[in-house]
């Protein structure tokens, strides 16, 4: 009976460092890479900069931001895909994350299998700038010069399958409109080319191009949204001007490689939204055009799966191939 008792008393203590060895296995971890699928000043950037700086603030996690901007995101997205999947590695993507997998049906990963979602960071609108040297001061301007021009106007993307470049091909078929794309390989120099006059068009965020609509190098004629916007009441929609299908918004969020515990997960999540509910934060994203996200990891999903069922027929129309 002594022996027994005895063996309780050492198994008890045994047994819960057991327990709290395991819960502590699935803590986050303390440092985190936030890879993000584009280039500097970029939303994707913007959002994932406000987190970093947020956890250091907090002391919840020592945070680096790692851009890896490339090959429409899929080089961030491949390296994040093949990553320990221990809440360490995270990819901070957009909407392209998901265009990318209706143009090219040969990735290097699986879109869907290979990442599990961790929150929505943010949505923004997208708009249609010129430079401000375009004889097009108006959305109706632009729209006919389009139709007439007898060779046609080019526009820019950030690349092949962006949302920028299937936003345009939607415009173009909706408009029935002869302009032909020109891709970069990433959005500062698309736009940078846009407002020095070498390219005649793109489709933009708000956040992205508002510095140069401020200093007077861009010309916004419309935004894609459903409505107009608060910070930019004067600008149209292009429903309003008979384009109502030319609706495209997008979103941010971050993913995690698959096979990361559902634990960590939530973990994560939490501590995201945390973040995205702060009212200066909400404030300091809206002044950029960004709306905060956050909610559950299926919300990011849902965003990600309503993507993944609109784009393969633009494509399919557009016939857009894969670099």
Not at 7 to 33: D, G, I, K, Y
Not at 296 to 315: F, I, N, T, Y
Request: aromatic share 4%; charged share 15%; glycine share 8%.
């Amino acid at each position: 009976m002594k022996l027994m008792s005895l063996m309780v008393r050492w198994a008890l203590p045994v047994c819960t460092a057991m327990l709290v060895a395991a819960v502590s296995a699935q803590a986050a971890p303390a440092n985190l890479s936030l890879i993000v699928s584009a280039s500097p000043g970029t939303g994707l950037d913007i959002l994932a900069r406000t987190l970093s700086q947020q956890f250091g603030l907090k002391g919840t996690y020592t945070t680096v931001v790692d851009n890896k901007a490339g090959a429409s995101g899929n080089i961030a997205a491949d390296l994040v895909a093949r990553a320990k999947p221990d809440g360490a590695t995270l990819l901070v993507v957009g909407t392209t994350f998901a265009t990318n997998a209706a143009v090219n049906p040969n990735l290097p990963f699986d879109t869907v299998k290979d990442f599990v979602p961790v929150a929505l960071l943010g949505t923004g609108t997208l708009c249609l700038v010129v430079p401000s040297s375009s004889p097009a001061s108006s959305l109706p301007e632009f729209l006919q010069m389009a139709k007439t021009s007898a060779k046609g106007i080019d526009y820019a993307s950030p690349g092949n399958g962006t949302p920028q470049h299937l936003a345009m091909e939607l415009l173009k078929f909706e408009a029935n409109l002869n302009l032909f794309h020109v891709p970069f390989k990433g959005t500062a120099g698309a736009v940078n080319d846009v407002a020095a006059g070498h390219v005649a068009a793109m489709i933009a965020p708000v956040h992205t191009v508002m510095p140069l609509v401020k200093a007077g190098k861009l010309r916004m004629l419309a935004v894609l949204s459903a409505d107009r916007i608060a910070q930019l009441p004067q600008i149209p929609t292009f429903k309003e001007h008979g384009l109502p299908k030319v609706q495209v918004d997008i979103w941010y969020g971050l993913m995690a490689p698959k096979g990361t515990p559902a634990q960590l997960i939530q973990t994560l999540n939490q501590e995201v939204n945390q973040v995205l509910k702060a009212p200066e934060i909400i404030a300091n994203l809206a002044k950029q055009g960004i709306d905060a996200g956050g909610g559950s990891p299926q919300v990011m999903g849902d965003a990600l799966a309503v993507e993944l069922k609109r784009w393969p027929p633009v494509v399919k129309a557009a016939q857009i191939k894969a670099d």
